[in-house]
């Protein structure tokens, strides 16, 4: 048994249980399932979910800094930080300062990728999309994301252009708060000739966030301005972390941190 080694799964967090259980907590099992000799131990970076999940359902989970101190309290020697955020943002840099301050704590300390790290990951993001959610002819598909700051819209541009060039012409990225924005989406899918759209967070986890403000009844909601706009609309309220290969993506982020956990004291990004 190599105990002595953990792998710590950093997710932003999801309030919404049943969901939680089909997306984070499916990514953790997995990670579990394939390095059992390892342990396993999670973080959420978002306090304010924290927070709501203990105080409503007593559920306590460690922030980032928490779970390192307790791996650094059990003895661990190595650790390998498998975060499950889509890419680099805000608070992907932020749970990095807060992983930082433990590099002397630990004998080896190694930060995996995010899901859209390379060009290659963003091509299986993309074609796992495409077979997940088979178009019809008339049918356009909308992935929209949460509020996006700190950079993150040229990554999702990089993304949306990387499905045109694919030949993927009637699946667009959009995002709750920032760009491609709702009014972007919509003229895109109407040049489109589109009948139909299907919508789908492009969230690891389709929690309230998506159910609300994605999905809901309300005439704010992107799936009422779609139909106010003509267009009749299907939710999919359904998170990556759903799909299978999308988790497979994170476990081999994890199996490149192992293969190089022995070169070198400190990492980032592989």
Request: hydrophobic fraction near 40%; include cysteine; aromatic fraction near 8%.
């Given at each position: 048994m190599r105990k002595k080694t953990a792998i710590l799964v950093v997710s932003y967090g999801c309030s919404h249980e049943r969901m939680r259980a089909?997306?984070?907590?499916?990514?953790?099992?997995?990670?579990?399932?394939?390095y059992p000799e390892y342990l396993i131990s999670h973080a959420w970076t978002s306090q304010i979910i924290r927070r709501k999940c203990f105080e409503?359902?007593?559920?306590?989970?460690?922030?980032?800094?928490?779970?390192?101190?307790?791996?650094?309290?059990?003895?661990?020697?190595?650790?390998?930080?498998?975060?499950?955020?889509?890419?680099?943002?805000?608070?992907?840099?932020?749970?990095?300062?807060?992983?930082?301050?433990?590099?002397?704590?630990?004998?080896?300390?190694?930060?995996?990728?995010?899901?859209?790290?390379?060009?290659?990951?963003?091509?299986?993001?993309?074609?796992?999309?495409?077979?997940?959610?088979?178009?019809?002819?008339?049918?356009?598909?909308?992935?929209?994301?949460?509020?996006?700051?700190?950079?993150?819209?040229?990554?999702?541009?990089?993304?949306?252009?990387?499905?045109?060039?694919?030949?993927?012409?009637?699946?667009?990225?959009?995002?709750?708060?920032?760009?491609?924005?709702?009014?972007?989406?919509?003229?895109?899918?109407?040049?489109?000739?589109?009948?139909?759209?299907?919508?789908?967070?492009?969230?690891?986890?389709?929690?309230?966030?998506?159910?609300?403000?994605?999905?809901?009844?309300?005439?704010?909601?992107?799936?009422?301005?779609?139909?106010?706009?003509?267009?009749?609309?299907?939710?999919?309220?359904?998170?990556?972390?759903?799909?299978?290969?999308?988790?497979?993506?994170?476990?081999?982020?994890?199996?490149?941190?192992?293969?190089?956990?022995?070169?070198?004291?400190?990492?980032?990004?592989?």
């Amino acid at each position: 048994m190599r105990k002595k080694t953990a792998i710590l799964v950093v997710s932003y967090g999801c309030s919404h249980e049943r969901m939680r259980a089909k997306t984070i907590g499916r990514i953790e099992a997995d990670i579990q399932k394939a390095y059992p000799e390892y342990l396993i131990s999670h973080a959420w970076t978002s306090q304010i979910i924290r927070r709501k999940c203990f105080e409503q359902k007593r559920i306590r989970i460690p922030g980032v800094k928490e779970a390192m101190e307790e791996l650094f309290r059990r003895g661990i020697q190595q650790v390998v930080v498998q975060q499950t955020h889509l890419l680099n943002g805000l608070e992907n840099r932020r749970m990095i300062e807060d992983v930082e301050t433990f590099a002397e704590d630990f004998s080896q300390l190694i930060i995996g990728a995010p899901l859209l790290a390379s060009y290659e990951d963003k091509r299986k993001v993309i074609h796992i999309i495409e077979e997940e959610i088979r178009l019809k002819n008339g049918e356009a598909l909308a992935l929209v994301g949460h509020g996006l700051k700190g950079g993150e819209e040229e990554t999702l541009g990089e993304l949306g252009a990387m499905f045109r060039e694919l030949g993927y012409e009637d699946i667009f990225l959009g995002s709750m708060e920032g760009q491609p924005d709702f009014q972007s989406v919509l003229e895109r899918i109407r040049r489109r000739n589109a009948k139909h759209i299907l919508l789908t967070p492009f969230m690891i986890a389709a929690g309230k966030h998506a159910e609300r403000d994605l999905c809901g009844e309300k005439d704010t909601s992107w799936k009422s301005r779609f139909e106010e706009a003509g267009f009749s609309t299907t939710c999919i309220l359904k998170g990556l972390g759903e799909y299978e290969g999308i988790r497979q993506i994170f476990a081999e982020h994890v199996e490149d941190s192992l293969r190089i956990l022995n070169k070198q004291s400190f990492g980032a990004y592989l």
